[in-house]
């Protein structure tokens, strides 16, 4: 059974940064893609980016371009999402989600598997 949790949520001020985590566990992730998704009050699961685990290659909505950055340590099972430059339109809940088999369909939350809990990340003006 796979496992994801995410951390590193909080509270910040527009132009600050925040950095989330998700540990994932349960069995080998080398041909899964991990992607993060967030999801704001009264709106649909939005993709924000997501990362191959084999290869590092990087998807991006263009939302979020230039902003964050997702990256992954393959040593401790760990995908990190750097938020750089928040906007109050940022706020939402955070989610990490795995693709165990690397589809195409990066952008789509139902391509993912599993899902981690969610980090609550919140963007004051």
């Known amino acids: 059974q796979v496992h994801l949790v995410e951390s590193g949520g909080g509270l910040v001020q527009a132009g600050g940064s925040l950095r989330l985590s998700c540990s994932a566990s349960?069995?080998?992730?080398?041909?899964?893609?991990m992607g993060w998704f967030r999801q704001a009050p009264g709106k649909e699961r939005e993709f924000v980016t997501a990362?191959?685990?084999?290869?590092?290659?990087?998807y991006y909505a263009d939302s979020v371009k230039v902003r964050f950055t997702i990256s992954r340590d393959t040593a401790k099972n760990t995908v990190y999402l750097q938020m750089n430059s928040l906007k109050p339109e940022d706020t939402a809940v955070y989610y990490c989600?795995?693709?165990?088999?690397?589809?195409?369909?990066?952008?789509?939350?139902?391509?993912?598997?599993?899902w981690g809990q969610g980090t609550q990340v919140t963007v004051s003006s």
């Open positions: 349960g069995r080998p992730f080398s041909s899964s893609a």
């Open positions: 990362i191959r685990w084999s290869g590092g290659w990087t």
């Open positions: 989600a795995v693709d165990l088999f690397s589809g195409n369909h990066y952008s789509s939350p139902t391509e993912y598997d599993y």
